[in-house]
């Protein structure tokens, strides 16, 4: 096969060692070998979500299916519910809340701006009674930290009653996050992006506020029903038939993970932004979130350059995959992912191909 190199945020380069777990032969799930891998999977997870008082549950869906489990799982009809929402990430929150009936309360900040935790405070003050608050760790469309901390702290000073529901799909194994220091109440993620899986798992860490809420939720579900993973627990199992193959994967990314230490992780993935900005900077290309994760680095582009023309030739002709810009910023940001198994190598060949490009016409200088 030809080169391919992964610089997207999501999915992500999978390291061989995972690659060739795959490709063991397929376990039966109702086993003591699949429920060994199973449990480890679960411990590392644990580690890796900074909890210990939290239940990790797995699901095989895509991050998006986590999302909407959350929302099945903790809220009844008609209940108040409010979402921070920093990009299309957030904005895929409200559609899921409206989706299940539900009439949120949005606030939004512009794009490439973190959630701001005074607008909130404003929110929670105005809008009493909520169930839930929903935020993302970061915004892949934007590339934005949202610094959890404070944020989770307002909403159990203001509303002791409300849930704290995280989406860290792309934060979780690349930035700092603690679930149980910082009070968040679940946390959820997928398998294709910090935690080096193949897509296809999701994973949610649930705390014991949120399990109470588990129990009198009413909203309709049944695959997703946290209640009856939470019960296949205690067999080592999950109810329906997992992506074994994708759990032998997992298992294996965590051990990598775990042998690196998640602060080293947390370290490694900023070292790589640093890298791609000092880049940005040689060759006079602007960054796009005011406040950077440092997840991806998300770069305008100049005036005249087709974003989608950009990364469309460069995949075709060098076997690189760049991500471009969502909704609003389609064709006019590229993004750099620095999660997983991106390297710096990885980075330079698409510095080379974005050079290549853009510097003929002068859209960039020549690092
Ligand atoms: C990737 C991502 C998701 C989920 O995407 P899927 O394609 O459903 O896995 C959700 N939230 C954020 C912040 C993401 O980056």
Redesign the pocket.
Known sequence: MKRYILLT??PTPLPPSVSQAMAQPILHHRTKEFGALFEYTLEQMKYVFRTQASTVLMCTT????M?ESAVANLLSPGDKALVHATGA?GDRFVKILRSYGLSPVVVSETWGHAADPEKLRRALKDNPGLKAVFF?H???STGVLNALEPLARAVRELQPEALVVV?A??GLAAERLETDAWGLDVVLT?S??GLMGA?GLGFAAVGQRAWARVEEAKLPRFYFDWRSMRKSLDKKETPYTPAVTLVAGQAEALKLIRAEGIENVWARTSRLAGYTRAWAAKVGLQLFARDPAAILTALKLPEGVDGDALIKDILREEGISIAGGQLQLKGKIIRIAHMGFISQADLDAGFAALEKRLAPSGAVRSA
């Open positions: 945020p999501g895509s991050g998006t299916g999302m990430f993302q970061t915004d892949t989406d799909v792309s997928g294709q992006k897509p």
